[in-house]
């Protein structure tokens, strides 16, 4: 006779998930030569003992303007991770504006990006569909004032051989948020429709139907 696995079981309550989000910035400078980063965290917090039990995940995400930061793509070309490579397939770089063919896949009404440069979640808590939710939750925080959103979905850690499958994973998973292909391995999501909201409810709500421990068994922040 064959043992048949349930299905698993999320590490915590989903209930329990906190996201913090902060802001970094050089206070003594303008601000016109650096872009707006968020730093968004995810842990499950304890209100009873009103703390952080255990952490979950991180995504950090660049707000991308051509009127607030002068030369945005030599800026974002700066820094560690995809956000280059994302800056040099959405920014023309001879005038530091947006492609125009842009206009297609997001509302050109609004003038900035947000840009999804990495987001990390902790082992055990991947394959539940909890980054999607999450990351759409704080696309949803961090998106006022802009057009869409891009990422460019890749793993962060893993052997290259299986890089391709991971890769198509990852694509499937943010295209569940309703991002689409633009180029070169780049994914936008229009933030002028209701896509993101439309979609957002509905991957919450299969997280929660889960197997999950309860929110009041204090065993839930436990290490492995």
Not at 30 to 44: F, Q, R, T, Y
Not at 137 to 148: M, Q, T, V, Y
Request: glycine content about 10%; aromatic content about 10%.
């Amino acid at each position: 006779m064959t043992k048949t696995d349930g299905p698993r079981v999320l590490p915590g309550p989903a209930s329990a998930i906190q996201l913090t989000y902060t802001q970094q910035e050089c206070w003594f400078e303008s601000g016109e030569d650096e872009p707006v980063i968020w730093n968004v965290s995810a842990d499950l917090f304890d209100h009873e003992r009103d703390e952080i039990v255990e952490h979950i995940g991180a995504f950090e995400f660049f707000r991308a303007d051509p009127f607030e930061t002068r030369d945005l793509f030599g800026v974002l070309d700066g820094h560690d991770g995809d956000v280059g490579l994302i800056a040099e397939t959405i920014l023309d770089v001879s005038s530091g504006q947006f492609h125009d063919d842009l206009d297609d896949f997001t509302e050109p009404i609004y003038p900035g990006m947000l840009i999804l440069n990495s987001a990390k979640l902790v082992r055990k808590w991947r394959g539940f569909g909890v980054g999607a939710a999450l990351v759409g939750r704080a696309i949803n925080r961090l998106s006022a004032g802009c057009r869409g959103a891009a990422c460019y979905p890749a793993p962060l850690d893993g052997p290259d051989e299986d890089r391709e499958t991971a890769v198509a994973s990852l694509q499937k998973t943010w295209q569940q948020l309703g991002f689409k292909h633009y180029r070169d391995g780049v994914f936008l999501l229009n933030l002028g429709t209701v896509t993101l909201g439309e979609a957002l409810p509905g991957l919450i709500k299969r997280v929660d139907a889960l197997p999950q421990p309860d929110v009041d068994d204090c065993r839930y922040g436990a290490e492995d």
